[in-house]
């Protein structure tokens, strides 16, 4: 069946917009709410399998960032020139 419904969705301009958003995702050049992601599970007949795999990875960039983020700033603290201490 998902088949069927890939085939029917392919033929319509929809596919061409779909296909653009998730490249943009993929580069991280647009978000898109949950709901678009839901929408692709139902045409996939994923059964919410996309879904939550498509949200494991948003948590797992998330927290990649939020590691990097904190890389950086022990970076440019470590760079940092320590203050003199008077004798």
């Given at each position: 069946?998902?088949?069927?419904?890939?085939?029917?969705?392919?033929?319509?301009?929809?596919?061409?917009?779909?296909?653009?958003?998730?490249?943009?995702?993929?580069?991280?050049?647009?978000?898109?709410?949950?709901?678009?992601?839901?929408?692709?599970?139902?045409v996939?007949g994923?059964?919410?399998?996309?879904?939550?795999r498509?949200?494991?990875?948003?948590?797992?960039?998330?927290?990649?960032?939020?590691?990097?983020?904190?890389?950086?700033?022990?970076?440019?603290?470590?760079?940092?020139?320590?203050?003199?201490?008077?004798?």
């Open positions: 069946m998902a088949a069927q419904q890939l085939e029917r969705l392919a033929r319509t301009r929809y596919w061409n917009e779909v296909r653009s958003t998730i490249a943009n995702v993929e580069t991280g050049h647009q978000k898109v709410p949950r709901d678009f992601w839901e929408d692709c599970d139902t996939l994923a059964d919410g399998t996309f879904v939550t498509v949200a494991m990875g948003v948590g797992v960039l998330a927290r990649l960032h939020q590691q990097i983020q904190q890389i950086l700033v022990s970076m440019r603290d470590a760079q940092q020139p320590k203050p003199k201490a008077y004798v």
